[in-house]
């Protein structure tokens, strides 16, 4: 089972970045997948999960109307679309599997991570 991200880098705030997630191993009808991001000295957080089950996404209050999940099946890649960067997005972004967006603590799979940084 892999996760890989890939898609960050240097941006300015208020600009936009994609981030992929390929997954192996399985597929994104057996997992739900999340982004999660850790910035410096913080803890890791959850930014939003896209439900196998049903394809719905859901987001953490501070990215909402800024980032959307989607999913291209075939291609067994989850997509995060970032818009309007702020500066505290900076952090290294995470994908994960888990069953149904269950949270950190029953996240099953991890990928290494892609750092998104946030220049003003």
């Known amino acids: 089972v892999q996760l890989v991200e890939s898609g960050g880098g240097l941006v300015q705030a208020g600009g936009s970045l994609r981030l992929s997630c390929q997954v192996s191993?399985?597929?994104?009808?057996?997992?739900?997948i999340s982004w999660f991001r850790q910035a410096p000295g913080k803890e890791r957080e959850e930014v939003g999960c896209l439900m196998s089950s049903d394809g719905s996404t859901s987001y953490d209050a501070s990215v909402k109307g800024r980032f959307t999940i989607s999913s291209d099946n075939a291609r067994n890649t989850v997509y995060l679309q970032m818009n309007s960067l702020k500066l505290e997005d900076t952090a290294v972004y995470y994908c994960?599997?888990?069953?149904?967006?269950?949270?950190?603590?029953?996240?099953?799979?991890w990928g290494k991570g892609t750092l998104v940084t946030v220049s003003s």
């Open positions: 191993g399985f597929t994104l009808d057996d997992y739900s």
């Open positions: 994960a599997a888990d069953l149904d967006c269950g949270g950190i603590r029953f996240v099953d799979y």
